[in-house]
């Protein structure tokens, strides 16, 4: 596709040239109708700035040549031996998408967990695969809109796009700030159709809860314990992956655990960091493995120093979940399970996000310590289920 502009420039596949004829009494000194340079950029600025140096260096031949043929001799470059080509005006090094990524690795990623960079880095990965390693300045509106249509045709859902784009604009907009780049970035505000049936988790039935949870108890076992710890606590499954011994508390008048950023496992958002009463089935799963053998870690199998591996722990207790939960149903769901719960007692929703690590909306909510530990326990023993 080719887009003229002013200037004597236009744009093909996004590319800016210029372009301009000899004049007719020149063609045949010249030997060709029409000069057309690449500029070798996307952006319009450059683009314009090239076409106005290379116009004045042309016109300045012409002139010396129109002179020349009133036979007087200047001393010039023949038109034969003169290149049509123009230096871009001096700009910084060129910032690029890899540079975008290591940049946002190295300051949003330093103080998160494995998973952070192993998402950045595919979803970076997926716009360097569609649109090379571009330069963040030269890139366009266009550009954006070709990323989300090669991620359509991946199959992806409307929700995966928004999550890969939204990861995309942030490494872009960050890249900019930090190196004072004067452009817009061009992954906000893309428009993203509804594409794909989105994945609804299901909670899981009142009933179904209860007879999971007997037989967790029943087991035993380390798996069986992380099910039971999370089904009456609403803990994401990486938030109680990475709990070490010192995180529940089973001495005082309410045992908690504490839900705390660790080096070895980040939290999701601020407010995630939180304590979170022991009833029902979490409890006696808490006393069991504090029984347990010593490791510092409550869950040594998907646990250590070097970080959690929630994905291998989603992946083994779903699989024995599957059989024992209704279609639709996973691990996740007993978070979904614990917001219903506490809806079905009229549990204030302020205090339902205070349980689950849920933002609450308005600036108010961030002030003071939160609400105290009994409260919290009074409305978590109102869904004890027995």
């Known amino acids: 596709m080719v887009d003229h502009g002013s200037n004597y420039t236009f744009k093909k596949c996004g590319v800016y040239y210029y372009s301009r004829r000899v004049p007719k009494s020149l063609q045949s000194e010249f030997g060709q109708s029409r000069i057309v340079v690449c500029l070798h950029t996307r952006d319009k600025t450059l683009a314009q700035k090239s ?3 290379l116009s004045l260096k042309l016109e300045a031949i012409w002139a010396a040549a129109r002179i020349e043929q009133f036979g007087i001799s200047i001393a010039r470059t023949t038109p034969r031996q003169t290149e049509c080509t123009v230096a871009p005006p001096e700009t910084k090094p060129q910032i690029k998408l ?26 970076l990965g997926y716009a360097i695969e569609c649109l090379g390693d571009i330069a963040i300045e030269t890139m366009s509106r266009t550009d954006a809109g070709q990323f989300r249509d090669f991620l359509i045709k991946k199959d992806m859902t409307s929700s995966s796009i928004r999550r890969v784009l939204a990861s995309v604009r942030a490494a872009v907009n960050l890249a900019i700030g930090e190196n004072g780049l004067k452009c817009g970035n061009p992954f906000t505000g893309v428009f993203i159709p509804t594409v794909g049936e989105k994945t609804v988790r299901q909670p899981i039935p009142a009933d179904a809860i209860r007879t999971i949870q ?15 710890l999370i089904s009456d606590t609403g803990m994401r499954l990486a938030e109680a992956v990475g709990l070490i011994r010192q995180d529940i508390v089973l001495v005082g008048p309410i045992p908690h655990v504490i839900v705390r950023t660790h080096p070895w496992r980040s939290l999701k958002t601020p407010s995630s960091q939180r304590t ?10 808490a006393h069991r493995l504090s029984e347990k053998d010593k490791s510092r870690f409550l869950f040594p199998a998907y646990a250590s120093a070097d970080g959690v591996n929630a994905n291998s722990a989603s992946a083994a207790l779903n699989k024995w979940l599957r059989s024992r939960l209704p279609k639709g149903c996973v691990i996740h769901s007993f978070r979904h399970s614990l917001r219903d719960r506490l809806r079905a007692v009229e549990c204030p929703a302020d205090i339902v996000d205070a349980i689950g ?14 609400y105290p530990l009994d409260v919290l326990h009074r409305w978590l023993t109102a869904i004890e289920l027995n």
């Open 276 to 285: 979170i009463p022991l009833v029902g089935a979490s409890l006696q799963a």
């Open 98 to 123: 890899s540079d975008a990524q290591l940049l946002y690795f190295r300051l949003k990623g330093a103080a998160k967990g494995k998973s952070f960079k192993v998402s950045a880095e595919r979803h």
């Open 51 to 53: 076409s106005t140096a």
């Open 214 to 228: 007997r037989e967790c108890l029943s087991v035993d076992d380390e798996k069986r314990l992380l099910i039971a």
């Open 357 to 370: 690590g849920w933002t609450t909306q308005g600036v108010g909510h961030g002030y003071g310590k939160g």
